[in-house]
């Protein structure tokens, strides 16, 4: 069944454990990715649309979900080499990327 806004998913989690775990998000990475109860990352719509969103804000670290990178072929030539896009299937990997190291 169709639904508008799970492609948050990946962003509400990684908010959520930064909060918990007082570690702070990245301002140089985006991310979108729907998640699963069991901490799977499905893919999304708009691939192309929100990485030209990413490098227009100048953000050269995008997340997305693994199932998603054959969308990559759709983005404009060079475009990938400008960027660090990390290809995710689990929220684990999400939070590796997304989340800075622990203060100490």
């Known amino acids: 069944m169709p ?3 799970p492609s948050a998913g990946v962003t509400m989690v990684t908010a959520l454990v930064s909060a918990l775990s007082g570690r702070h998000v990245s301002e140089n ?3 979108t990715g729907e998640i699963t109860l069991t901490g ?7 691939v192309k ?7 227009r804000a100048g953000i050269r670290g995008v997340i997305l979900p693994k199932l998603n990178e054959s969308g990559l072929a ?3 030539p060079g475009l990938a080499d400008e960027m660090t896009i990390t290809l ?3 929220i ?3 939070l590796a990327v997304a989340l800075e190291p622990p203060a100490r």
């Open 3 to 5: 639904k508008d806004g």
């Open 29 to 31: 990475v985006a991310m």
């Open 40 to 46: 799977q990352v499905l893919p999304i719509g708009g």
């Open 49 to 55: 649309e929100k990485v030209l969103a990413a490098h």
């Open 74 to 76: 759709d983005l404009p």
């Open 88 to 90: 995710a299937d689990r």
């Open 92 to 94: 684990e990997q999400v």
